[in-house]
């Protein structure tokens, strides 16, 4: 796909203000060198700091009520996620003021960006190896109402947003097993992983900070449009029901080199609210899916 | 005297050594660490026209409220093992961790984690766009919206399955016990023809709770058929799935030895885009030959009052 497209897309989904210099300042340093990690045990020590990074973000839960004789293992209880934020994007380098509806899910995943751009409304969806445009909410599902465009070369550049979210990290990061390498730069823990799936030959590179929260995330692929730098931070309880998950209510992305978005959080529902994909049949028929989009499992 | 002081005292340390010990060397209790659904045992007792019989006691209204290891598998997460966890409906893998603490979660704590457990599977009604904002406005403001709130009943689907079922040759009855405190809820009843009753026209129906409900087997399935109801109920405690009162909802009995599976399909084309199934749910059978319903407490909501967040699981 072309980064122009991937660029108008990605501004659809983050970030603002502060930052920006930060991020510039970082964009002009040399990469720091990443030391592998050094403990006795590699595979004690990712499990160890996935599991920091899961237990920071409280993605780790379990809940006795009423269980009696029943005690479960935690689980991951992160699925499906509402934010909402404001912001800026940048269309070829100029900066636009911007608002954002984000609605995520990771099983099955899925996200659709709604943004309000110089009074222009979009809406930019993705399911597992579908990505589609729609004129209104839930466009080409209903005779009549809508239009569903497809994007077939904007699948990927869409689903990567999802997996290089904070959750999508510590879930891609277990689901690449022993692909996974812990290290550390400038103090800080690194943990380096391919993507599978559609997304195999990308890699992430995220760093956690001393409370385990992800505070940058970097893909690399051959594809310009997937090599991008997300920064996350102010990290909180966002929901207006709380739920003691917490989100960045900071965010920073780039593509190519390029600031495309620069967005504050107002909230972040991540009560597993209703948020749903149907692809419309149109769409279906537009692209044959190559297969799923979701890293695959490994070790875990 | 002292030698029998002290005779009486090491026989008194001694029981108490004993009634200390004994316990310690007794096994733990063990814990189920998984949500799986009971398996069958038995035989599955048939009636003198050859169907089999669902009559007895279970675990019913019920089998969706009772602890949030059964309302995590009512709602599509089947936690196999301490290491295994995946979704019944798409099928994808939950990752699971160990617990980290054994401190018991304080009840914030608790009800936080319900409430994200329950909501976690992929198995959801899809509803028309248009309603996709609504669906998440109720959920949110539950406390105030769901329709069970102040002792109303929970309908079908909701009721899942019956606690009691009577069968008889030309009908089965089905009783729902009412429940207590924040998810008071009215006991239900349902007395359903099998004797090749058609539905009523829907336009001659006045809406209830219940439908109009007519049964048939389909081999070894009693299927029920329904229509015919308000629109004063949600699908589930969780989601604020509501619908029409066109919906249509087929519920599906299977008894196999002790344990009896129920699912439900629900058509609402009204609202929805498609049809939807809930996620299989089993009851087992009261081993009791004499078990009873005991008398459902005085539906009296009494918490609402009380709630000053949107927190609800």
Not at chain 2, 271 to 285: C, D, I, Q
Request: aromatic fraction near 6%; include cysteine; hydrophobic fraction near 35%.
């Amino acid at each position: 796909m072309s980064v122009s497209r991937s660029t108008t897309f990605l501004c659809c989904a983050m970030a603002i203000a502060g930052f920006a210099t930060r991020a510039a300042a970082q964009a002009k340093s040399a990469p720091s060198p990443v030391v592998p990690s050094t403990t006795a045990s590699g595979t004690a020590d990712r499990a160890k700091i996935l599991r920091g990074a899961a237990d920071a973000l409280g993605m780790v839960r379990w809940s006795d009520i009423g269980g009696g004789n029943t005690r479960l293992p935690g689980i991951d209880v992160i699925n499906t996620m509402e934010f909402k934020a404001t912001g800026t994007s940048y269309t070829a380098g100029q900066p636009v003021p911007a608002e954002y509806d984000v609605e995520l899910a990771y099983n099955p995943p899925g996200m659709r960006v709604q943004t309000v751009r110089s009074g222009a409304h979009t809406i930019q969806t993705v399911r597992e190896d579908y990505a589609w445009d729609e004129s209104e909410l839930g466009a080409g599902l209903v005779p009549g109402k809508g239009t569903a465009t497809p994007q077939v070369s904007a699948a990927k550049d869409r689903i990567l947003q999802l997996w290089t979210l904070p959750y999508g990290v510590v879930k891609a990061a277990i689901a690449a097993g022993d692909k996974t390498i812990v290290s550390t730069a400038d103090g800080a823990t690194v943990l380096t992983f391919p993507l599978s799936g559609p997304l195999s030959g990308v890699t992430v590179k995220a760093t956690l900070d001393a409370n385990n929260f992800i505070t940058r995330v970097e893909t690399k692929s051959g594809d310009p449009a997937l090599n991008t730098e997300s920064e996350y931070s102010d990290y909180a309880d966002h929901g207006e029901i709380a739920t003691d998950i917490k989100s960045p209510a900071h965010i920073v992305r780039k593509q190519a080199g390029r600031p495309v978005m620069d967005i504050r959080v107002k909230t972040w529902d991540a009560n597993n609210p209703y948020v749903v994909f149907p692809v419309p049949s149109n769409i279906k028929k537009a692209a044959a899916p190559a297969g799923a989009a979701a890293p695959h499992q490994e070790n875990q | 005297m002292p030698s029998l002081i002290r005779r009486a005292l090491a026989a008194g340390i001694a029981a108490c050594l004993c009634s200390v010990v004994a316990p310690a060397q007794a096994p733990p209790p063990q814990r189920r660490t998984d949500n799986a659904p009971p398996r069958p045992s038995g035989t599955t007792p048939r009636t003198a026209d050859g169907h089999p019989d669902l009559t007895g006691v279970w675990n019913g209204i019920g089998d969706n409220l009772n602890g949030v290891p059964n309302q995590m598998a009512n709602n599509g997460i089947s936690v196999d093992s301490p290491t295994s966890a995946h979704d019944i409906f798409s099928g994808a893998k939950i990752t699971t961790f160990p617990r980290n603490t054994n401190r018991p979660l304080n009840n914030e704590e608790d009800e936080r984690a319900a409430a994200l457990l329950r909501r976690s599977g992929a198995n959801r009604p899809i509803y028309k766009p248009e309603y996709w904002q609504m669906v998440r406005q109720l959920d949110a403001n539950a406390n105030d919206e769901d329709p069970t709130n102040n002792c109303m009943p929970a309908g079908i689907p909701r009721g899942g399955i019956p606690s009691y079922i009577g069968q008889e040759p030309n009908h089965v009855m089905f009783i729902y016990p009412g429940q207590g405190g924040l998810i008071a809820t009215q006991t239900m009843y349902r007395m359903i023809p099998l004797d090749g009753h058609k539905h009523t026209p829907l336009t001659d129906l006045d809406g209830t709770y219940t439908g109009e409900s007519i049964g048939h087997w389909e081999g070894d399935t009693l299927v029920v058929d329904s229509w015919g109801f308000n629109s004063s109920t949600w699908f589930d405690q969780i989601g604020g799935y509501f619908h029409s009162e066109d919906m249509h909802v087929i519920e599906r009995f299977h008894r196999d030895g002790n344990t009896l599976t129920w699912t439900a399909t629900v058509e609402d084309p009204q609202v929805l885009l498609e049809p939807w199934t809930t996620t299989p749910r089993v009851a087992v059978l009261n081993a009791n030959p004499n078990a009873t319903l005991p008398e459902s407490d005085p539906c009296s909501e009494r918490d609402l009052g009380h709630i000053v967040t949107k927190e609800h699981h």
